[in-house]
């Protein structure tokens, strides 16, 4: 378990640095070049055709080349990272009495979310190298679909870890008669 802990706790600290470039400096340059629109990363909501074209055509070619380029190489190691922390997590703060399931569990909760990023980060960059006339409202209903269920899968992944982890402090809490 000490291997375990070691690699959840490297995992969690380079996807926590992956997650600051992002959200401190390729993130808001892309949006600085889109005239103030968020990138779709940023739209956990998802966004309609119209946003999807609105955001296209206004991105410049440099903000255009750093989501291409920058953001989405970032964004290939970052779900990945974020999935093996979570999952990590789960394994080692599950009860000693799920024994494999725990396993199982940590693939069923931290995966799905880093599935659906790579569907939208796939997507996006087809967007990205459309022209904003040609992206068909299908297209961008897909790919806000992509990014809702990142969202939601990520945001439940996250809170059953945290529950999880709440459950954990408890047994070592009741087990030391505190």
Do not use: C
């Not at 569990?105 to 799905?112: G, K, R």
């Not at 880093?114 to 996006?124: H, S």
């Amino acid at each position: 378990m000490k291997l375990l802990s070691r690699l959840a706790w490297l995992s969690f600290g380079a996807m926590l640095a992956i997650y600051g470039v992002m959200v401190g400096v390729t993130l808001p340059r892309i949006a600085a070049e889109a005239g103030g629109l968020l990138p779709f990363d940023l739209r956990p909501l998802g966004y309609s055709h119209e946003e999807a074209v609105d955001f296209v055509r206004a991105l410049s070619a440099t903000g255009r080349d750093i989501y291409l380029t920058i953001q989405h190489r970032l964004d290939i190691a970052y779900p990945a990272l974020l999935s093996l922390t979570l999952a990590l997590a789960i394994v080692l703060t599950a009860p000693r009495g799920w024994g494999w399931m725990r396993w199982l569990v940590a693939i069923v909760v931290a995966v799905p979310s880093a599935v659906f990023d790579y569907l939208e980060n796939a997507a996006v960059g087809q967007m990205l190298n459309t022209s904003p006339s040609l992206i068909r409202p299908e297209v961008v209903e897909t790919v806000s679909l992509w990014t809702v269920l990142k969202s939601a899968t990520g945001a439940a992944a996250m809170v059953f870890v945290l529950l999880m982890l709440i459950g954990w402090l408890y047994r070592r809490i009741a087990g030391r008669g505190f």
